[in-house]
């Protein structure tokens, strides 16, 4: 390429790198529709995300609440639940499977 060189939309590199802006424009995109903003280092759910997550009813996360299998956080009528909440309860519910002598 020279000095003085035109470079237009037709031409191979800006073609290509019109393509990868657009890749990352699409990524970019996918990430704001699935991130969540923190507040004070957590991840807040609510209960039709935490549902959506774990695929529970409605009525088996009231269940998890009432029973103290879950925690939870109710702020007027709107309840929230910890990411890092989430992720204990799946751990201290974690049946490993049995190591048995064989292959």
């Not at 000095?3 to 424009?25: A, H, K, R, V």
């Not at 990430?31 to 004070?40: E, I, S, V």
């Amino acid at each position: 390429m020279t000095e003085n060189e035109i470079i237009t939309q037709q031409d191979p590199q800006m073609q290509l790198f019109s393509q990868l802006m657009e890749g990352i424009l699409k990524k970019l995109e996918r990430y704001c529709a699935t991130a969540r903003p923190m507040l004070g280092g957590e991840v807040y759910l609510t209960g039709e995300e935490v549902c959506k997550l774990l695929r529970l009813s409605p009525r088996t996360l009231q269940d998890y609440r009432d029973n103290g299998t879950i925690a939870y956080f109710k702020i007027g009528g709107k309840i929230l639940y910890r990411q890092s909440d989430i992720q204990a309860m799946l751990e201290r519910h974690y049946n490993p499977i049995p190591q048995t002598g064989k292959l």
